[in-house]
């Protein structure tokens, strides 16, 4: 049996923050969350995360985040346990004593700013960990700047006798280049016994949980292969340089699959981003939370689509778009902005400077040129000339544009909401509409050209 604890605790001084070091997000998750999921790959009975700096925000970020859940049903419910004062990661894990009584399985515990790890790497430790039946494992690598983290000191038959920190070391203790990940195996029976030892005699006055291992035998050291994955997070400079790696993983997975990038280097994709094979992404293309996009697709360059849903063959260019769906064959851009369930059909052309908020196209409908649709619903074959607006906003509240099938609007024409066009409607241009259209008509709704043959202006 395995439980796992989560170390969120820390406020993440270094970090210059007010929001709790492992809710930085990273490649659209918070550190916390990437921990939790490393974990996937283990069978897991109980899941604890010890929080203390604004613990309230912590929480409603992992329980309001359906998606872990989601995306493992079986998984049991999170235990939060409350550590007030921050005095130590040994401190931290010392507030499990209550909740873990008679637990006689074995406690996995991840520092929650380490958020790489690949779960593959943790299944190992927890299986090396259980074969040896030691009493701790954890995970170790060689780093060629070990500055910052605990060094890890062997006996001659390597196993682990103590952990000092970075600030604690002496000059020559600090040459080992081994390090500790923050991310343990401990028999929870034989930990218990220990945790209550723990003192706070070093340089931060803090317990370590690191100590433990000083009272504990057998403790064994796995080295990771790829010791990028247990980069630890302290400051915005490691936040930037894991964005990095992240990225770099992300975008390998999605070449392998059969996307195509041109400059890769300038584009973004979140990790929770779905794509399709023979989707093309072009420079500085940046691809956010839950975004799924088909095949044949061309996105970019300069483009940002965040929980977004696009078709097949569809291509968008200098665009944003968020929350919205753009169905087969469309094409958006250069400069659209689609946003608040923007749904635009197949078949469509949204292009140059045009806002869709909230608005419904049917297939095969065009708004080409500079206007704004918001709180529409267009039918099939739509027309919409060039600056053309809804105006959907009485100063107080919103009101629906509804337009018929096969309708035309003229250059500059305003509709003012709430307001029905029938089908097959044409709008002269220039027109103001205030009231509803039937089906067949044409509408003309400005003032007659006046012409005043041999006028001029008085002397
Ligand atoms: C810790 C390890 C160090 C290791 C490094 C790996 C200790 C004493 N040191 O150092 O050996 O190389 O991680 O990244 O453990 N936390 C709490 N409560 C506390 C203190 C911390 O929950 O009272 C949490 C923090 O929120 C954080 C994690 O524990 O998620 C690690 O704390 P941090 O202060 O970053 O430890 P390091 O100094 O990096
Ligand atoms: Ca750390």
């Not at 958006?332 to 869709?356: D, K, M, Q, S, T």
């Amino acid at each position: 049996m395995i439980a796992i604890a989560i170390l969120a605790a820390g406020r993440g001084t270094r970090m210059k923050s007010d929001l709790p070091k492992v809710l930085h997000e990273l490649g659209g998750r918070t550190l916390v969350e990437r921990v939790l999921n490393s974990c996937q790959e283990i069978e897991i009975s109980r899941r604890l995360v010890i929080v203390g700096y604004r613990s309230e925000l912590v929480k409603e970020s992992l329980l309001g985040n359906q998606k872990i859940t989601a995306e493992n049903p079986e998984l049991p419910p999170l235990e939060f346990v409350e550590q007030t004062e921050q005095l130590g990661t040994g401190h931290a894990i010392q507030q499990l004593l209550p909740y873990l009584k008679g637990f006689t399985g074995d406690l996995l515990v991840l520092n929650g700013d380490v958020p790489l790890l690949r779960s593959q790497t943790l299944k190992h430790l927890v299986e090396t960990h259980q074969q040896h039946q030691n009493s701790a494992t954890l995970l170790t690598a060689n780093l060629p700047n070990p500055q910052g983290y605990g060094r890890v000191f062997t006996d001659s038959q390597n196993l682990v006798t103590e952990i000092i920190e970075d600030r604690d070391c002496t000059t020559p203790q600090k040459q080992n280049c081994r390090i500790n990940a923050g991310v343990y195996c401990f028999h929870w029976p034989h930990l218990e016994k220990v945790l209550p030892e723990l003192k706070a005699d070093n340089n931060q006055k803090e317990y370590y949980l690191t100590d433990t291992v000083k009272y504990m035998s057998i403790v064994m050291a796995v080295d990771v292969e790829d010791y990028q994955e247990i980069l630890g997070i302290n400051d915005r400079k490691h936040l930037a340089t894991t964005s990095d790696i992240l990225q770099q993983r992300i975008k390998d997975q999605w070449m392998a699959r059969g996307v195509t990038m041109i400059d890769p280097n300038s584009i973004t994709i979140d990790d929770t981003v779905e794509l399709q094979a023979n989707v093309v992404l072009e420079p500085q293309t940046h691809l956010r939370g839950k975004t799924a996009i088909a095949s044949g697709s061309r996105i970019g360059p300069g483009s940002l689509i965040e929980n977004s849903q696009i078709g097949e063959n569809v291509t968008v260019l200098y665009s944003v778009i968020s929350d919205s769906i753009v169905s087969n064959n469309s094409r958006v851009g250069p400069y659209a902005h689609l946003r608040g369930h923007a749904e635009v059909g197949a078949n469509c052309r949204v292009g140059n400077f045009v806002e869709l908020k909230n608005a419904q196209i049917g297939d095969r409908t065009n708004v080409a040129h500079l206007s704004y649709l918001g709180d529409a619903t267009l039918g099939e074959k739509v027309n919409i000339g060039a600056g053309t607006i809804t105006a959907n906003y009485d100063g107080v509240n919103k009101h629906k544009t509804t337009i018929g099938d096969r309708t035309k609007t003229g250059s500059n024409t305003v509709l003012v909401a709430p307001i029905i066009l029938g089908e097959d409607v044409t709008v002269a241009a220039g027109s103001v509409v205030t009231e509803d259209v039937p089906n067949d008509c044409l509408v003309v709704a400005r003032a007659r050209q006046v012409i005043k043959h041999g006028w001029k202006l008085k002397k």
